[in-house]
């Protein structure tokens, strides 16, 4: 896993400034060189520039990149974040065809699928993945980002140059002469209005765009042109509830399997919850025929045994059941705990992983969990995604949300204006940006013909969760692994996962009203019942007092500083009233957890964020 970056003009020779250009492409790699600690490189020519800082997971001894591949006059290269799990296939097949290889690695694979099949490549590869590919023959330059949109891709065009800029995080581009860190009404409706979401393909900051997953972005000398190469397709599902069963419990075995592919030891993450279970089963049993042990990892707060509080969204602890499956697996685990001091402070990290406000501290403590398990392993597996794909969240169940005409886990805007001011809130015009970007999304909607209504909106809520909700937690995973240098794999964001779930229809994934009941039956064999049919409880939060007490300080802290950026925002008489109420813990205003003491973690990576990268506000 790796950060990649670079630049292309068609119209210029940046030769003619070898030492400058050469000096942004470092300046690039050193800004995400966190994404890459093992090895680094970069090449530049007439048009283009390419930087690479590299995670050796694959192939450690020959995956050097820029990797490039010299036919006469022609140069063609590749750099990539990201891994191939059908590498064996596809090299067979190029084989097959006169592909020469020098390597074991996937990028070669990638870059002599490019060679052989042209820019349709793409659609045979299954993997997680953002790429960048220098075609001298054609003078252009292709980007293309995985289908789930599981590895980040943010680029820039120059107006008044045409230069393009490319990179895996914002600080790299940021680290370029001439792009600013500017935002608009636009990019403050993104922070307080959508976030810790984003529109897909907005990079917040003006100017700022990321590749749409399943997409690629084509830049020739006649102009840049963003193509999709896959997208969701509504069809009638034909299989039995049985054979529905067994090709899901195929497919999930299958992708876990593949995404087990390594040079370095593998681990998984492990709650006790039905989707990390199923993963850390289906591990453990693949790594038993190898004569192997897997390593695993639970996460928790120090003093949640005395703190927590059951409620609607987060029904029970974890560790009880961690326990059970630990025994279960005959794992080697590890118990991860986070302080009340460490969530706190690493808010900060957290936005310079991000280069963005984040899920508060929701995101800074898997940051800390994330750190101390790359002390140990470079590659983790988790069940991230399966509540997206099978329909495990509240609002595919709850009749308010179901009905409600807006993000159903965002469905009430006035707990994101409490501490904002009238002129401000006059400003954003919140409501009239949310619903524009809800009913653009809506209208996305791939339509079934002769579907009912009840199923016809099923879908749009599955729709809205795999572009918005499932893309802000794989940004969370993203960045929260590879700011340590750790490669965090997602096995139900398998494409083909996607694909198929998308069209089974609701009785199926909940049968006999049970949440996720496809997933459980898929998975019968695979756990104990007590796991298997366990009630969701999501990634665990503190409920520890001092936490709040603490958050509550830094704000009024920020308040009473005059150059606190986000004075231009709050008000201050409201902030002080929400300071002195109780907090409402179990009404969350963004997902599941996000609740009062989030909303003040959010403001404090607010004000850090904006003094952080010098943020300018263009009203």
């Given at each position: 896993?790796c950060g990649?970056?670079g630049?292309f003009?068609?119209?210029?020779?940046f030769?003619?400034?070898?030492?400058?250009?050469l000096?942004i492409?470092d300046?690039?790699n050193?800004?995400?060189k966190?994404?890459g600690?093992?090895?680094?490189g970069?090449?530049?020519?007439?048009?283009?520039?390419?930087?690479?800082v590299r995670l050796?997971?694959?192939?450690?001894?020959?995956g050097h990149?820029p990797?490039?591949?010299r036919?006469?006059?022609?140069?063609?290269?590749?750099?990539?974040?990201g891994?191939?799990?059908?590498?064996?296939?596809?090299?067979?097949?190029l084989?097959?065809?006169?592909?020469?290889?020098?390597?074991d690695?996937?990028t070669e694979?990638?870059?002599n699928?490019?060679?052989?099949?042209g820019?349709?490549f793409?659609?045979?590869?299954?993997?997680?993945?953002?790429l960048?590919?220098?075609?001298t023959a054609?003078?252009?330059l292709?980007l293309y980002?995985?289908r789930?949109?599981i590895?980040?891709l943010?680029y820039?065009?120059?107006?008044?140059?045409?230069t393009?800029?490319?990179a895996?995080?914002?600080?790299?581009?940021?680290a370029?002469?001439?792009?600013?860190p500017?935002i608009d009404r636009d990019?403050l409706?993104e922070?307080?209005s959508?976030?810790?979401?984003?529109?897909?393909g907005?990079?917040v900051f003006?100017?700022?765009?990321?590749?749409?997953?399943g997409?690629?972005?084509?830049?020739?000398?006649?102009?840049?042109?963003?193509k999709?190469?896959?997208?969701l397709?509504?069809?009638?599902h034909?299989d039995?509830?049985?054979?529905?069963?067994?090709?899901?419990g195929?497919?999930?075995?299958?992708?876990v399997?593949r995404?087990?592919?390594?040079?370095?030891?593998?681990?998984?993450?492990?709650s006790?919850?039905?989707?990390?279970?199923?993963?850390s089963?289906?591990?453990?049993?693949e790594?038993?025929n190898?004569?192997?042990?897997?390593h695993t990892?639970?996460?928790?707060f120090?003093?949640?045994?005395?703190?927590?509080?059951a409620?609607?969204f987060?029904p029970?602890q974890?560790?009880p059941?961690?326990?059970?499956?630990?025994?279960?697996?005959?794992?080697?685990h590890?118990?991860?705990?986070?302080?009340t001091?460490d969530?706190?402070?690493?808010?900060?990290?957290s936005?310079r992983?991000h280069d963005?406000?984040?899920?508060?501290?929701?995101?800074?403590s898997?940051?800390y969990?994330c750190?101390?398990?790359?002390?140990?392993?470079?590659?983790a597996l988790?069940?991230?995604c399966a509540?997206?794909?099978?329909?495990?969240?509240?609002?595919f169940h709850?009749?308010?949300?179901?009905?409600?005409d807006?993000f159903p886990?965002?469905?009430?805007?006035e707990?994101?204006?409490v501490?904002?001011s009238?002129?401000?809130?006059?400003?954003l015009?919140m409501?009239?940006?949310?619903k524009?970007?809800?009913?653009?999304?809506?209208a996305?909607v791939?339509?079934?013909?002769?579907?009912?209504a009840?199923?016809?909106?099923?879908?749009?809520?599955?729709?809205l969760?795999?572009?918005?909700?499932?893309?802000?937690?794989?940004n969370?995973?993203?960045r929260?692994?590879?700011?340590?240098g750790l490669?965090?794999?997602?096995?139900?964001?398998?494409?083909r996962?996607i694909?198929?779930?998308f069209?089974?229809?609701?009785d199926m994934?909940?049968?006999?009203?049970?949440?996720k009941?496809?997933l459980?039956?898929?998975?019968?064999?695979?756990?104990?019942?007590e796991?298997?049919?366990r009630r969701?409880?999501p990634?665990p939060k503190?409920y520890?007092?001092?936490?709040e007490?603490?958050?509550?300080?830094r704000?009024?802290?920020?308040?009473?500083?005059s150059?606190?950026?986000?004075?231009g925002f709050?008000?201050?008489?409201?902030?002080e009233?929400?300071?002195e109420?109780?907090s409402?813990?179990?009404?969350?205003?963004?997902?599941?957890?996000?609740?009062?003491p989030q909303?003040?973690?959010y403001?404090?990576?607010?004000?850090?964020w904006?003094?952080?990268?010098?943020?300018t506000?263009?009203?």
């Open positions: 896993m990649i970056a630049f003009n068609p119209e210029m020779d030769t003619k400034e070898k030492v400058y250009n000096n492409l300046a690039m050193q800004a995400q966190r994404r600690p093992d090895d680094e970069t090449f530049l020519n007439e048009h283009f520039g390419l930087a690479q050796a997971i694959v192939d450690l001894l020959t990149q990797m490039l591949h036919s006469g006059s022609r140069t063609f290269g590749i750099v990539y974040n891994e191939l799990y059908n590498t064996k296939e596809l090299r067979d097949e084989k097959t065809e006169g592909a020469a290889f020098d390597t690695s996937d694979v990638l870059l699928a490019y060679l052989a099949w820019t349709d793409i659609s045979r590869v299954n993997g997680i993945f953002a960048a590919i220098m075609d054609k003078n252009q292709l980002r995985d789930s949109g590895k980040p943010f820039t065009a120059c107006e008044e140059t045409g393009v800029h490319f895996s995080e914002l600080k790299a581009l940021l370029c002469p001439g792009i600013r500017e990019g409706n922070i307080f959508i976030g810790p979401a984003r529109t897909s907005c990079g003006r100017n700022i765009k990321e590749v749409l997953p997409h690629f972005l084509c830049c020739t000398p006649s102009g840049n042109r963003l999709a190469y896959w997208k397709k509504s069809l009638p034909t039995s509830f049985e054979d529905t069963v067994e090709k899901t195929f497919l999930l075995r299958d992708a399997k995404q087990m592919v390594s040079d370095v030891p593998i681990c998984t993450f492990l006790g919850g039905v989707d990390s279970s199923l993963v089963a289906i591990c453990a049993r790594l038993e190898r004569n192997q042990k897997l990892y639970s996460f928790d120090a003093g949640n045994a005395e703190n927590f509080k409620s609607s987060q029970s974890d560790r059941f961690v326990d059970k499956m630990v025994d279960f697996l005959g794992s080697e590890t118990y991860l705990e986070c302080s001091k969530q706190a402070d690493l808010l900060f990290d936005v992983a963005l406000p984040a899920m508060a501290d929701v995101d800074s898997l940051l969990f750190s101390l398990v790359a002390r140990k392993h470079k590659v988790t069940g991230e509540d997206e794909i099978f329909g495990g969240y509240p609002w709850k009749k308010e949300c179901f009905l409600a807006t886990w965002t469905m009430d805007l707990a994101r204006k501490l904002l009238d002129d401000f809130l006059d400003f015009k409501e009239d940006y949310v524009h970007a809800y009913e653009a999304s809506v996305e791939p339509k079934l013909a002769g579907e009912g009840e199923e016809a909106r099923r879908r749009e809520i599955s729709y969760n795999l572009r918005w909700f499932m893309q802000t937690l794989l969370r995973m993203d929260t692994s590879m700011y340590s490669e965090a794999r997602v096995p139900f964001a398998d494409h996962i694909e198929y779930l069209n089974v229809p609701w994934k909940a049968r006999g009203n049970i949440v009941a496809l459980r039956e898929a998975g019968r064999g695979l756990l104990p019942d796991i298997l049919f969701k409880s990634y503190t520890d007092r001092k936490y007490a603490l958050l509550a300080g704000v009024r802290d920020i308040l009473n500083d150059s606190s950026p986000v004075l709050v008000d201050k008489k409201k902030a009233r929400f300071l109420s109780p409402d813990y179990g009404k969350p205003w963004y997902g599941q957890l996000m609740a009062a909303l003040m973690a403001l404090i990576q607010v004000d850090f904006m003094r952080e990268y010098h943020v506000v263009i009203r």
